[in-house]
Structure formats: structure tokens, C-alpha cells
């Protein structure tokens, strides 16, 4: 598949960490912090992913300041509104103006017991109302001993994908469990193989134009020091990167990866 130009995503999920007042001061320093460092924001977008319930605050931040982050959240409801308490349409989101919600993370997986199927069904609905869903797939160990580097992320993928027929905005991210916040990082070749077969997956269900202007993303102990090994991948478009990005510095300096030299 020919290599055409994708913006690369730089995406900061902040898991269950700051409050709305501390994302708040986070997201300003943060806008500080890459505009004193000149940040292109069409060479490389940038987003964060904080909790649902400082969303508003992120959005009336962004938008009054006229900041160029992006934001997302870190999961949806599958349905559409009604008696389910908890729960948070894509409808919601979209009235917040969120571009983009992450879907199915290992830690929604194994914690919260969603299979492929409820990860389907989430993708569908993020995609029914406009919203980008930053689909997470990744193998666990046993998975990688058992099976090899891409057979599981490639299935949950077609799982993912399976009830959007059409659509051609999405974002996928390979994030092996046994990489997911234990500071052993994937090996930039091994991201490459897993992200080249996802993207064939992207293909096989999307057609080649839609995958060609996926971003498929690497996640799972990204650093400052190590995201333009990533990076200089020919299907790795970004990065996911959870602890790394609730400190100010690293995330601001991971998004600036293209200063990066000789790393
Ligand atoms: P990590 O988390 O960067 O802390 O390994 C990544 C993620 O879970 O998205």
C-alpha cells in the first residue's frame, strides 16, 4: 500500500487523574508550554483524553482561548440515551464538541468485561454522531507466547469494524497489554508489524483509500526518549501514551518528536 501523508497524533490519555480544576491548569500550561516551543499543530495534532467530568471545562478552556489541542474521551455508551444509569452517550459528547472518544483500552477490556461485541457496538454509535473513535486493540502476554505478535489485535480489530460499513474517519491504536504502563515498551519493529497488519485489516473492511489515511497509533510506555524510534515506522502515525502524558514536560516533548534528532 502506498505511503501518503498522515498527520501524526500525538494523544494523551489521562486515565482516572485530574480533576476538572487541575485539568483546567494542566491544559493551559500544556498549550504554553508547546506554543513556547513553537509546535506546529498541523504537523503534528495533539489531543488529550480527560475524564468525563472535566470535559466541559477542557472544551470552554480550548474554545475560549482558541487553543488547537483537540479532546476526546476515554469511552461512550453504546446506546443512545435512556434508562441506563452511568452511562454517557456519544450524542453528549458530541454536544461538547469532543472530535474523538477512545474505544475499547485493555483497561475497559479486562476490568470492565467488554468483549469485541460491546466494543462494536460503541465504535458504531461514536461513528453514528460524528465523533472519531481511537479504536484500542492489543495482546497480553500469554496472548503473544500462544499466538503471536498480530493474530489477536487483528481480530478484535475486525470485531471493532464490523458494524461501521461506510465509514472514514477512524483512528486505531495497537497497545499490547504486557507494554500498557510496565516501562517495557514494544520494540519499534514489532509496533511496525502489528500496525502494517492492522492496517491491512483496515483495508480488507474499508477499502485502501480509508486505510491509507488511517492513523494507527502505537501505545504502551511511550516516552520522550523512545517516540521517534516509533515514529520513524512507516504505519506508525502517533502515539497513545497514558502516564507519560499527566506530565507536562514529557507530553510537550513527545508531541515534538520531530525535533528529535539522533534519538
Ligand atoms: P502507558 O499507557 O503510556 O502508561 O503505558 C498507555 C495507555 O494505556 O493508553
Not at 502506498?2 to 498549550?31: E, S, T
Not at 483524553?49 to 476515554?74: C, E, H, M, N, Y
Not at 468483549?115 to 461513528?127: G, R, T
Request: some cysteine; aromatic content about 6%.
Amino acid at each position: 500500500m502506498a505511503k501518503v501523508a498522515r498527520i501524526p497524533f500525538i494523544a494523551g490519555n489521562w486515565k482516572m487523574n485530574l480533576d476538572h480544576l487541575q485539568a483546567i491548569a494542566f491544559v493551559q500550561k500544556l498549550a504554553w508550554s508547546l506554543k513556547d516551543a513553537r509546535h506546529d499543530f498541523a504537523a503534528t495534532e495533539v489531543a488529550v483524553f480527560p475524564p468525563f467530568t472535566d470535559l466541559r471545562s477542557v472544551q470552554t478552556l480550548i474554545s475560549a482561548d482558541k487553543l488547537d489541542l483537540k479532546f476526546g474521551a476515554q469511552d461512550v455508551s453504546e446506546h443512545e440515551s435512556g434508562a441506563y444509569t452511568g452511562e454517557i452517550s456519544a450524542a453528549f459528547l458530541k454536544a461538547l464538541d469532543a472530535a474523538y472518544v477512545i474505544i475499547g483500552h485493555s483497561e475497559r477490556r479486562t476490568l470492565h468485561g467488554e468483549d469485541d461485541e460491546k466494543v462494536a457496538a460503541k465504535v458504531a454509535a461514536a461513528v453514528k454522531h460524528g465523533i472519531v473513535p481511537v479504536i484500542c486493540v492489543g495482546e497480553t502476554a500469554e496472548d503473544l507466547a500462544r499466538y503471536g505478535p498480530s493474530a489477536i489485535p487483528v481480530q478484535q480489530l475486525r470485531g471493532a469494524l464490523s458494524g461501521i460499513a461506510g465509514a472514514t474517519d477512524i483512528v486505531v491504536a495497537y497497545e499490547p497489554v504486557w507494554a500498557i504502563g510496565s516501562g517495557q515498551a514494544a520494540t519499534p519493529e514489532q509496533a511496525e508489524q502489528v500496525c502494517a497488519a492492522l492496517r491491512e485489516v483496515v483495508a480488507a473492511v474499508l477499502g485502501d483509500e480509508v486505510a491509507a489515511a488511517t492513523r494507527i497509533l502505537y501505545g504502551g510506555s511511550v516516552k520522550a526518549s523512545n517516540i521517534a524510534s516509533f515514529m520513524r515506522q512507516s504505519n506508525v502515525d502517533g502515539a497513545l501514551v497514558g502516564g507519560a502524558s499527566l506530565d507536562i514536560g514529557e507530553f510537550a516533548s513527545i508531541a515534538q518528536f520531530l525535533k528529535h534528532v539522533g534519538t
